[in-house]
């Protein structure tokens, strides 16, 4: 039963979306809420609370989205590390922790992905395309 692990900046609603989606696909998945109260926006704020707290997890998946880049061009990416999965924005936000864990490989994820879910939304890749990776 593999942990996931969930960093925003939604508030509201969204996390509980995003949960939907991911034990749609998962159903075995164990969600676990580091936080969705980010500063709107502060890729930093979240590079510093993900890069304190991911290492308490053991093998674990890490959802973060902090994306003020959301409806451009900028890449969603899957990074491999030697013992942990980070998945959001490729911003920055995910960096210090997957370097401090050892990055093994860097995967970009392609928009095709939502079809899983339904139509992409220029908002919301935190379910259409992060959530399903």
């Not at 959301?70 to 590390?81: D, K, M, P, S, Y």
């Amino acid at each position: 039963m593999k942990v996931v692990t969930l960093l925003t900046d939604f508030g509201d609603f969204y996390p509980g979306v995003m949960k939907g989606v991911i034990l749609s696909l998962y159903p075995e998945a164990r969600i676990v809420d580091i936080t969705h109260s980010i500063e709107p926006q502060n890729v930093f704020q979240g590079a510093f609370l993900l890069y304190h707290s991911y290492r308490y997890f053991r093998n674990a998946v890490h959802v973060a989205v902090v994306d003020p880049g959301v409806g451009t061009e900028r890449r969603a990416v899957l990074i491999e590390g030697k013992n942990h999965t980070f998945i959001g924005p490729d911003n920055g936000l995910l960096y210090p922790s997957a370097v401090e864990d050892g990055i093994k490989a860097v995967y970009s994820i392609k928009a095709e992905i939502s079809q899983l879910v339904g139509d992409l939304s220029a908002t919301f890749h935190g379910r259409d395309i992060f959530a399903p990776a």
